[in-house]
């Protein structure tokens, strides 16, 4: 299954950590502060981080940001506090998900499990190109590939988050119709959801920014939500 790395200055919840993710057939190592994740983080490889947003030597705001300079790992941030700044700032750094303590295991196993499935990290069967099953769609500059999670602009590879893969998954397979607010939260986020709509518009704003020439082609509607152009 998957390699993870939990990093909190709790033993409690590191030891909780490890014994559910265990259970579930990952590898779990553990830090007991951000400058011991972020030596690991960037020494090895992972499938996810765990990282609580208050620890000693090197907060996780901080170690998140260090590590999204020189990785593309999925991040999943723990926070006891819940504050609307923990998570907009998280995701704004590049986090895929949002935990506030005290957690439920099972919901924190079941986002874990949503973010390895999404990122490809828990096999699955895959068909090569030459399969009909093989799913690809073409906008102008910009190739999706769906069966192989790959996004192309102008030719270039472009890399997207795990939660950006998938709010553009969603969009394409629905480009031209007017997208509610309520509607891609639903959708897109569904149990993983925790917050407001500023969460929605602060991954939109990261998905623009990734798409680059391409960026346009997602267009507000005033009161309404968004549309994928597709022309």
């Given at each position: ?8 200055d ?9 014994k559910?993710?265990?259970y ?7 830090a007991?502060?951000g ?13 996810l981080?765990?990282?609580d ?13 260090a ?9 999943l941030m ?13 995701f ?18 079941l ?31 910009l190739t ?12 270039e590879k472009a ?9 553009l ?24 959801f ?5 969460t ?6 990261m ?16 009161g ?8």
């Open positions: 299954m998957g390699r993870i790395l939990i990093a909190d709790e033993a409690k919840i590191r030891a909780l950590v490890r559910y993710g265990s579930e057939g990952h590898e779990v190592e553990e007991s502060n400058r011991k994740a972020l030596e690991m983080a960037l020494s090895r490889p992972y499938d981080i765990i990282l947003v208050m620890m000693p030597e090197l907060d996780g705001l901080s170690t998140c940001r590590i999204r300079r020189k990785s593309e790992v999925p991040i723990l926070s006891a506090r819940g504050e609307e700044y923990d998570r907009i700032s998280g704004e750094l590049g986090a895929d998900d949002y935990v506030v303590k005290p957690f439920s295991p099972k919901e924190l196993m986002r874990v499990e949503a973010i390895l499935r999404r990122t490809g990290k828990i096999p699955l069967h895959l068909p090569g190109p030459e399969d009909p099953t093989h799913e690809v769609m073409k906008f102008g500059g999706v590939d769906f069966t192989a999670r790959l996004v192309f602009v102008d030719g890399y997207l988050s795990p939660k950006e893969y998938d709010l998954f969603y969009f394409c397979r629905n480009h031209g119709i007017a997208l509610s607010r309520e509607k891609l939260l639903t959708e897109v986020w569904g149990y993983d925790y917050g407001d709509d500023r929605l518009d602060t991954h939109i704003k998905l623009r920014k990734s798409l680059g020439s391409c960026r346009k082609r997602i267009v507000t509607l005033r309404v939500g968004y549309r994928f152009d597709d022309n």
